[in-house]
């Protein structure tokens, strides 16, 4: 009776292997836990033959959508919530659920001043976004154009009076500054921009 038990045992031991899931190397991993924002990122591959840095921030808001929404088109409040942000615009259109920002960081050393434009659209549960080029926001010489911007954020109704936030944005890596000295800051500065976009959303 042994012999037979062992087979089974066996076999089962050799299915796992050979049909086991192959673990993940692209999955997100949590870098940075502040303030209840949840902060992830992973690299992958944009068929370039470069790798581009995703990043995800996961939070809670007790606020309505269309006051987080209100919020990203406000542009009174949009260079108090974003970090560094020295300008901050918004060009609505007649379309309510479509509408352009423009973000102008005033970044310390070792950054060079930088700026982006963003097309943004409302679909659903989700705002989508990507960097563009609009005559409204001319590229200036004296710092740095933001390129390869897309993300969404995706506006979950919890039934508990909050809506989950899940942020996602890759763009594209600059290759002046090494690793070791941008993501400490840029892990930093995207948990204070949430947690200041959470304390607006709620008012």
């Known amino acids: 009776m042994k012999f037979p038990i062992m087979l089974i045992m066996l076999t089962i031991v050799l299915f796992r292997f050979v049909f086991a899931a192959k673990p993940d190397n692209n999955a997100f991993k949590l870098v940075k836990h502040e303030d209840n924002i949840f902060l992830y990122e992973r690299w992958i591959n944009t068929g370039k033959g470069e790798?581009?840095?995703?990043?995800?921030?996961?939070?809670?808001?007790?606020?309505?959508?269309?006051?987080?929404?209100?919020?990203?088109?406000?542009?009174?409040?949009g260079k108090t919530w974003n970090v560094n942000a020295r300008d901050y615009q918004v060009m609505l259109t007649a379309d309510e659920n479509r509408w352009v920002s423009y973000i102008r960081y005033d970044i310390p050393w070792p950054f060079d001043d930088q700026d982006c434009c963003l097309a943004f659209?409302?679909?659903?549960?989700?705002?989508?976004?990507?960097?563009?080029?609009?005559?409204?926001?001319?590229?200036?010489?004296?710092?740095?154009?933001?390129?390869?911007?897309?993300?969404?954020?995706?506006?979950e109704d919890m039934h508990s009076g909050n809506v989950k936030i899940t942020y996602l944005v890759t763009t594209d890596r600059s290759k002046k500054i090494p690793r070791w000295v941008s993501d400490p800051i840029v892990h930093s500065n995207l948990v204070k921009t949430m947690v200041k976009f959470r304390h607006f959303a709620e008012q």
Do not use: C, Y
Not at 134 to 152: D, L, Q, S, V
């Open 51 to 77: 790798k581009v840095r995703e990043i995800k921030a996961v939070f809670l808001v007790r606020a309505a959508k269309e006051n987080i929404i209100r919020v990203l088109k406000d542009e009174t409040r």
């Open 121 to 155: 659209q409302l679909s659903g549960n989700e705002v989508f976004f990507e960097s563009i080029s609009h005559r409204a926001f001319p590229e200036n010489g004296n710092m740095t154009r933001i390129t390869g911007t897309r993300g969404k954020w995706v506006l």
